[in-house]
C-alpha cells in the first residue's frame, strides 16, 4: 500500500522559514498528483497548495507569494517552502496524494500523519 512520511514541521517565529517535505513509499504504481492541506484549531482543512505530475500548480490565496511548492517525481517526494511565515499559519499540515498503488484497480487519495507547525513569537 502506498504510504507517505512527511518531516519538516516544528516551532518557528514569525517570519521565519520551513520546509516540509513528503515522500511516497510502497507499492506505487503511478501518482498524479501531490499537495498540501492543513487544519487550524475551530477550522475546516484546505488546500494549501497542489502540484500534479506536469508540475501545474495551485495555492491558496492566504499563501500565494510566500509558499512554494515543488516534487521530485522520481523519488515521488513533494516538498512546501514556507517563507515569511505568519501566526495564522499555524495547523497540522497534512500531505496528500492522488494516484494508484500497485495491484489496486482505481485511483484513491492517501494521507500522511500531520505534521504540527506553530508560528509564535
Known amino acids: 500500500q502506498v504510504q507517505l512520511v512527511e518531516s519538516g514541521g516544528g516551532l518557528v517565529q514569525p517570519g521565519g522559514s520551513l520546509r516540509l517535505s513528503c515522500a511516497a513509499s510502497?507499492?506505487?504504481?503511478?501518482?498524479?498528483?501531490m499537495g498540501w492541506y492543513r487544519q487550524a484549531p475551530g477550522k475546516e482543512r484546505e488546500l494549501v497548495a497542489v502540484?500534479?505530475?506536469?508540475?501545474?500548480?495551485n495555492y491558496a490565496d492566504s499563501v500565494k507569494g510566500r509558499f512554494t511548492i515543488s516534487r521530485d517525481n522520481a523519488k515521488n517526494t513533494v516538498y512546501l517552502q514556507m517563507n515569511s511565515l505568519k501566526p495564522d499559519d499555524t495547523a497540522v499540515y497534512y500531505c496528500n496524494a492522488f494516484g494508484v498503488g500497485s495491484g489496486e484497480r482505481h485511483h484513491a487519495d492517501y494521507w500522511g500523519q500531520g505534521t504540527q507547525v506553530t508560528v509564535s513569537s
Open positions: 502540484i500534479t505530475s506536469g508540475a501545474s500548480t
Open positions: 510502497g507499492s506505487i504504481f503511478s501518482i498524479t498528483r
